[in-house]
């Protein structure tokens, strides 16, 4: 069964960090492009970071020098850090793969390969 499974979600205050995990199975990830996606409520999904097969990166303005993503192939895993957290940041985050390359959230959500359920995270004080 292909699946994307989300976790690391939870309540944390303004200044503090949270690492997410995306955990891939039933596929080779390896030959996928991961990203974070997040949505607030009554807000569009947009996109946060994305990590390519080679290591390369991007990230939304909003969240550059905050936040950092990586990938372990062996675990099958990809990593949001994601520091100096603000109330704005408070979402649902998901990951979703799309083949080799990031492209920069240009396609439709049905463009992607496959989604994670999401993970909850709310900056509060």
């Known amino acids: 069964q292909v699946q994307l499974v989300e976790s690391g979600g939870g309540l944390v205050q303004p200044g503090g960090s949270l690492r997410l995990s995306c955990v891939a199975s039933?596929?080779?990830?390896?030959?996928?492009?991961i990203n974070w996606f997040r949505q607030a409520p009554g807000k569009e999904r947009e996109g946060v970071s994305c990590?390519?097969?080679?290591?390369?990166?991007k990230y939304a303005d909003s969240v550059k020098g905050r936040f950092t993503i990586s990938r372990d192939n062996a675990k099958s895993t990809v990593y949001l850090q994601m520091n100096s957290l603000n109330p704005e940041d408070t979402a649902v985050y998901y990951c979703?793969?799309?083949?080799?390359?990031?492209?920069?959230?240009?396609?439709?959500?049905?463009?992607?390969?496959?989604w994670g359920q999401g993970t909850q995270v709310t900056v509060s004080s």
């Open positions: 979703a793969s799309e083949f080799l390359r990031c492209t920069g959230w240009i396609k439709g959500e049905d463009d992607y390969d496959y």
């Open positions: 039933g596929f080779t990830p390896d030959n996928y492009a």
């Open positions: 990590i390519s097969t080679d290591g390369s990166t």
